[in-house]
């Protein structure tokens, strides 16, 4: 949702800062979703634990996939801005669309340590059957990133800088509730 309400708002500001956000976008979505097995993992372990009755076993599954979700995050932050320029290159942007898709994607892996912690975050509270928390902050997130997003690129005219800002600044509120 981050990525299509960027879509919106962005798409306003032409064609190239359009395609720039394509560009980033894409590789944002494969490399984030690289990483659901965080979710999945973490509500099995944390599930088996509180099925046996071992609350205190489920907290520490629960902490461990977020331990594990930092270093993934950051890891994929450090990567990810060493090989920034060459992703973009491989995904064939235009000499016009590379400088916005650079800015997006550099920004944006900001946040991937806020989005791993998420995931496990949201696996932690599914294996506890709290399906009710993650939704609330999944909502209440995406509407932040919308009025952060307005503020920013409108408001700030910031451009695309703040739309990935203001992107980045909602996955960190999530992951810290």
């Given at each position: 949702?981050?990525?299509?309400?960027?879509?919106?708002?962005?798409?306003?500001?032409?064609?190239?800062?359009?395609?720039?956000?394509?560009?980033a976008?894409?590789?944002?979505?494969?490399?984030?979703?690289?990483?659901?097995?965080?979710?999945?993992?973490?509500?099995a372990?944390?599930?088996?634990?509180?099925?046996?009755?071992?609350?205190?076993?489920?907290?520490?599954?629960?902490?461990?996939?977020?331990?594990?979700?930092?270093?993934?995050?950051?890891?994929?932050?450090?990567?990810?801005?060493?090989?920034?320029?060459?992703?973009?290159?491989?995904?064939?942007?235009?000499?016009?669309?590379?400088?916005?898709?650079?800015?997006?994607?550099?920004?944006?892996?900001?946040?991937?340590?806020?989005?791993?912690?998420?995931?496990?975050?949201?696996?932690?509270?599914?294996?506890?059957?709290?399906?009710?928390?993650?939704?609330?902050?999944?909502?209440?997130?995406?509407?932040?990133?919308?009025?952060?997003?307005?503020?920013?690129?409108?408001?700030?005219?910031?451009?695309?800088?703040?739309?990935?800002?203001?992107?980045v600044?909602?996955?960190?509120?999530?992951?810290v509730?």
């Open positions: 949702l981050y990525v299509l309400v960027d879509t919106a708002i962005v798409g306003h500001l032409g064609t190239e800062p359009l395609g720039g956000l394509g560009v976008g894409s590789v944002l979505t494969a490399a984030f979703g690289v990483f659901n097995f965080l979710a999945y993992g973490t509500t372990a944390v599930a088996r634990r509180i099925g046996a009755g071992d609350r205190r076993g489920a907290v520490e599954q629960g902490l461990a996939g977020v331990w594990l979700a930092i270093g993934l995050g950051f890891g994929l932050t450090a990567i990810g801005l060493a090989a920034a320029p060459w992703i973009v290159e491989a995904m064939g942007a235009s000499d016009a669309v590379r400088p916005f898709a650079l800015t997006y994607l550099r920004i944006s892996l900001l946040g991937a340590p806020m989005v791993t912690i998420m995931l496990a975050g949201v696996g932690y509270l599914r294996g506890t059957q709290d399906g009710r928390t993650p939704l609330v902050i999944a909502v209440g997130a995406n509407l932040a990133n919308v009025a952060l997003e307005l503020l920013f690129v409108y408001g700030f005219d910031w451009g695309i800088a703040g739309s990935a800002w203001g992107t600044l909602a996955q960190t509120a999530s992951a509730v």
